[in-house]
């Protein structure tokens, strides 16, 4: 009875094993008049689409509205390969030349928002014009949604996000110096509309006092 036991969890988990590989196969296209309920909706699933295809999502290009207050109306989603850098002229020629990381990739997905307020797949380019990245598997063998990256890849989102955290510091920084002086002019103004009431109370005391002095006694 307990061999056949231990054959029965071996089947179940042999089921759940086939089961949670096909579903893990299994990838969903986007497709023109895909519907999502949010932009961000739209980007967890071409992000979610591009790491089990083989390749890293990058939020490109975006348009706003014209007519209302200004919010993203109109987003490009497209392969971290996409474009090509621009050559700049080289400094230090004993410097390693940076690792090439755009290919001119033509993948992507255009999502645009409708006046029902979702946000609809208006272009979609499936093929990529370079090798896509393996997936890494793990201990029991199945598939891992994390792709293995090369070490120029890596060093290349390691200064793109270095990049973008240094540019969010001087934002900040911006924003903090101009918090302060809103402060300092409240501050400032605080301090003269406080002497303008001292002076009144005072002038005041003043014209009662000769008031007084003036009746007669």
């Not at 990058?58 to 109109?74: E, I, K, L, N």
């Not at 621009?86 to 033509?106: F, H, L, V, W």
Request: glycine share 4%; aromatic share 6%.
């Amino acid at each position: 009875m307990e061999g056949n036991l231990l054959r029965g969890e071996h089947a179940v988990e042999m089921i759940e094993n086939t089961v949670t590989e096909e579903a893990s196969s299994s990838v969903v296209e986007p497709f023109i008049g895909m519907d999502f309920e949010s932009e961000e909706a739209a980007k967890s699933f071409y992000d979610s689409y591009a790491t089990r295809t083989g390749f890293v999502m990058r939020v490109d290009a975006f348009r706003r509205s014209t007519r209302d207050d200004g919010t993203v109306v109109w987003r490009r989603l497209v392969c971290n390969k996409e474009g090509f850098r621009r050559s700049r002229p080289r400094r230090d020629e004993s410097r390693k030349p940076r690792a090439i990381t755009r290919e001119g990739c033509k993948a992507l997905i255009v999502v645009k928002k409708e006046k029902s307020g979702k946000w609809t797949v208006t272009k979609f380019v499936k093929e990529h014009n370079h090798p896509l990245l393996s997936l890494l598997t793990n201990n029991n063998g199945r598939r891992s949604s994390q792709i293995s990256q090369t070490p120029n890849e890596k060093d290349a989102k390691i200064r793109e996000l270095s990049t973008e955290l240094s540019r969010e510091r001087k934002r900040c920084a911006t924003l903090q110096q101009q918090l302060d002086m809103v402060l300092n002019v409240m501050e400032e103004h605080s301090n003269h509309l406080s002497i303008n009431i001292n002076n009144v109370i005072q002038n005041v005391r003043e014209i009662e006092s000769n008031t007084f002095t003036k009746l007669p006694s």
